[in-house]
């Protein structure tokens, strides 16, 4: 591995349960979490001290911010998707899907795709916040979505394995295939959309190349346990992962070198399963939430 500097910003506390989601508004230092707690909290990076924008019945695992109307949306798990005003602290909206979890909500235009315990995936429109289509192409949970950059594509990770790609605007089954051994908890697109990046339960990291049949480029044994999400660098030069193994992984995206883990015993990492990443775009800090209650801040010196 090179030689590549880590220090711990700070750790962030406040959460009474597992932090399960990150969002950012990118470019501020303005960042959110979600948590087993309920609460919604918002961050600023250089503070020590969250605000709490929302509390909710029960587990939060999805959040996503509407650049358009400057929302937050929230998976409020077994309650439904709630469209939050975090300046003004309240609820404007609310719609119940069903009665399963909300893994992952990812926003295209007016339009929020979300992945639902059910194995279905609601395609909602922002505007009227009603249900324009609703994808029923598996029987066990939809995990992770991936807006493609340039085609009307969307990829979507299944606990069944799967890899299912569909078309933005005509919803149309596009191609689908068995992409792990086990669930698939994150997928990522990169910058031009060429290859698809995913990670699993089965604690591989695979790459599919887009433009041809989302064939199998890599694969690496990344990882010990599980890994729960993949994020690019601001600049897409690097990506991290993180899993169940409490680890945090830095790479090198062009040849997917392994460059830094960032641990407990050499980093004062978390001391559980690390569960979701950013990288900020404010100020290309590391932000890693874990069960262990707290976010953590890193600086990454390459």
């Known amino acids: ?11 962030l506390t406040g959460h009474h349960d597992c932090v399960y989601t990150l969002e950012e508004i990118p470019g501020t230092p303005t960042f959110f979490s979600g948590s087993g707690d309920g609460m919604i909290v918002r961050w600023t990076h ?23 109307s400057g929302h937050l949306l929230a998976g409020h798990n077994y309650e439904g998707l709630h469209v939050i005003d975090w300046q003004a602290q309240k609820e404007i909206g609310s719609l119940r899907l ?4 909300y893994y992952d909500i990812k926003i295209a235009g007016r339009q929020a795709w ?12 922002l505007s009227t916040l009603t249900v324009e289509k609703k994808l029923e192409d598996a029987t066990q949970s939809a995990r992770t979505i991936a807006i493609h950059p340039l085609k009307k594509e969307v990829a979507i990770g299944y606990s069944d394995h799967h890899i299912r790609v569909y078309g933005l605007d005509d919803y149309k089954l596009l191609r689908t295939f068995i992409a792990h051994a086990n669930s698939v908890f994150t997928v990522k697109y990169s910058q031009d959309g ?4 995913s990670g699993s339960r089965d604690a591989k990291l695979k790459v599919w190349e887009t433009d041809n049949e989302y064939r199998l480029k890599s694969e690496i044994a990344a990882h010990l346990y599980a890994i729960n999400d993949v994020r690019f660098s601001p600049d897409w030069k690097h990506f991290v992962t993180c899993s169940m193994d409490k680890s945090v992984k830095v790479w090198r995206t062009e040849d997917l070198t ?3 883990v960032i641990d407990k015993a050499r980093h004062a990492g978390h001391g559980t399963s690390v569960n979701k990443l950013l990288w900020s775009s404010f100020n290309n800090r590391i932000v890693s939430a874990s069960d262990d209650r707290t976010i953590s ?6």
């Open 194 to 197: 060429s290859w698809l990046l």
């Open 114 to 125: 979300v992945a639902c315990g059910d194995g279905s995936v609601m395609v909602i429109n």
């Open 297 to 302: 801040i890193w600086d990454v010196i390459f």
């Open 1 to 11: 591995m090179s030689k590549v500097q880590v220090n711990k910003a700070s750790t």
């Open 258 to 260: 392994l460059l830094k």
């Open 46 to 68: 250089g503070q020590e001290d969250g605000a709490l924008v929302a509390r909710m019945k029960t587990s939060v695992y999805a959040l996503a911010y509407d650049s358009t």
């Open 98 to 101: 069903h009665s399963a979890a």
